[in-house]
T-cell receptor
């Protein structure tokens, strides 16, 4: 079974803090994704990566950065956390490179990190 | 811009009912449509994936249909059980901005009571 793990289930931070959210997958997948999920808005793509050290902006990258130094690990960084970044953050991985083709494989999701910024 | 809408936002039914969850999308140029299940406080689990060339997919008591021309997909759950209680999300996959991506609806929160 594919396993995607996220470093924390719940996290509480203060405004202005630098926040790291970690995601690890154990299936040697090419692609990794970071989404945020807010009530009434569904999941929105923040960043994704299709290879080590490669990253692409998603739909809402402002206020976030990412790092992928190893294939299995994808980190989301909030440089200076703000209250509007309070949300559920979900990491996912998939096999097929997304930068071309139809990408018919499914994405496997981690359990999510619920981040509260005070 | 692709938008995905799910109706209803919430649904409560007695055990044993057959039910239909609806998903609509504005742009028919999709590669596939996928249905996910999300349990409270957990990530998403893929239920069914329908390619754009297909009309439906079935898995156990679940059946998903796709009508690209009308921009609609439905998830049919037969003989619902309390264990089906969860949020169901649909996502359309399309190519945009140099990569293909999933565009999610906001979900339908389902409660099946004994």
């Amino acid at each position: 079974d594919v396993k995607v793990t996220q470093s924390s289930r719940y996290l509480v931070k203060r405004t202005g803090e630098k926040v790291f959210l970690e995601c690890v997958q154990d299936m040697d997948h090419e692609n990794m994704f970071w989404y945020r999920q807010d009530p009434g808005l569904g999941l929105r793509l923040i960043y994704f990566s299709y290879d080590v050290k490669m990253k692409e902006k998603g739909d809402i990258p402002e206020g976030y950065s990412v790092s992928r130094e190893k294939k299995e690990r994808f980190s989301l960084i909030l440089e200076s956390a703000s209250t509007n970044q309070t949300s559920m953050y979900l990491c996912a991985s998939s096999i097929t490179p997304s930068q071309w083709g139809t990408g018919t494989d499914t994405q496997y999701f981690g359990p999510g990190t619920r981040l509260t910024v005070l | 811009k692709q938008e995905v809408t799910q109706i209803p936002a919430a649904l409560s039914v007695p055990e044993g009912e057959n039910l239909v969850l609806n998903c609509s999308f504005t742009d028919s140029a999709i590669y596939n449509l996928q249905w996910f299940r999300q349990d409270p406080g957990k990530g998403l689990t893929s239920l069914l994936l329908i390619q754009s060339s297909q009309r439906e997919q079935t898995s156990g008591r679940l059946n998903a249909s796709l009508d690209k021309s009308s921009g609609r997909s439905t998830l049919y759950i037969a003989a619902s059980q309390p264990g089906d209680s969860a949020t169901y999300l649909c996502a359309a996959r399309r190519f945009s901005g140099g990569y293909n991506k999933l565009i999610f609806g906001a979900g339908t929160r389902l409660a099946v009571h004994p």
